[in-house]
């Protein structure tokens, strides 16, 4: 194995530069070194040739894409025209969450545009009628603009800047955060834009492997991980057990549910009832619990 190759390897695993206890330091100085240790590990992916957070990349059709059948497979190896980038395993679970919204005018927000190549996907999936915005920090994106989506310049930790795009959408009912995978990013963007959904609406993170990457704010049950914040939300959901006072629409959180799948967590937004709980049949003179001696 090469030098190159190990240090390849090793900056997937545990970060170019920093440890995971090296984190620990002031937000301006971990800020300064989570972007410089990104910036070797995509320089050191770019020199070796390789792909960025994975060594299981690859360019020609595999064997099990044969085991990959339906509305979005069929579109996403079809495409000839632009360049996508998805794990296969990710098909499916579009395919599950995404197939009631086929030929309406959802609203969908993607956080990363990069080559343009997921929006035209998406555009093929949902049809002509579907509201479809994308934006990025990277200014070259803008040259997608108006082709299959419209495409909007700024950060996704920016929340007035992503308040303005939604205000620009009309509504909101997907959300899609396949941007910076930076945990931070990742909590600033649901924090923004999970508030303006649509009610029933989905909220996607997606790549959540890289939660676990150092170098991506991420490691093994670090706080606030991508993982770890969504973990937070879970105890949201069933705080009001423990604390009866919660129990109330006000209170509880407005989250249906959360579904994982491996490296996706789905967030549907729903306004939530008081939680009771009822013996059937109901009578007057029901006191007790029918399965009582």
Not at 49 to 66: C, D, M, Y
Not at 171 to 178: Q, R, S, T
Not at 222 to 233: C, P, T, V, Y
Request: with cysteine.
């Amino acid at each position: 194995m090469s030098t190159l190759t190990r240090l390849v390897n090793q900056s997937h695993v545990s970060g170019f530069f920093l440890k995971p206890d090296e984190y620990r330091t002031p937000e301006p100085s971990r800020r300064f070194y989570t972007s410089l240790n990104n910036v070797m590990h995509r320089l050191l992916y770019r020199i070796s040739g390789r792909k960025p957070l994975s060594g299981s990349f690859v360019r020609q059709t595999p064997p099990s894409a044969s085991q990959y059948n339906g509305r979005i497979a069929d579109i996403f190896f079809g495409i000839q025209e632009t360049v996508v980038e998805k794990w296969l395993h990710y098909l499916p679970v579009y395919d599950h969450l995404f197939a009631p919204y086929v030929g309406t005018n959802v609203a969908m927000l993607e956080i990363g545009v990069w080559n343009g190549g997921s929006l035209d996907m998406w555009r093929r999936f949902f049809g002509p009628d579907a509201i479809l915005f994308g934006v990025d920090i990277n200014p070259q994106c803008a040259r997608f603009d108006g082709k299959s989506a419209s495409v909007r310049i700024g950060s996704q930790d920016d929340p007035k800047f992503l308040s303005g795009v939604v205000k620009e959408m009309g509504k909101l009912d997907i959300v899609l955060d396949d941007g910076s995978h930076v945990a931070s990013h990742q909590r600033a963007s649901f924090e923004a834009l999970f508030p303006l959904l649509s009610e029933g609406g989905l909220y996607i993170i997606e790549d959540l492997h890289t939660a676990y990457y150092p170098h991506m704010e991420g490691g093994w049950r670090r706080a606030g991980s991508g993982i770890e914040f969504l973990k937070d939300k879970i105890d949201d959901m069933h705080r009001h057990y423990v604390e009866p006072g919660r129990n109330n629409s006000e209170s509880l959180p407005p989250i249906e549910s959360i579904q994982f799948f491996d490296s996706i967590a789905v967030v549907r937004k729903r306004r939530q009832l008081p939680r009771e709980f009822v013996i059937t049949p109901m009578s007057p003179d029901r006191t007790a619990d029918p399965r009582s001696p």
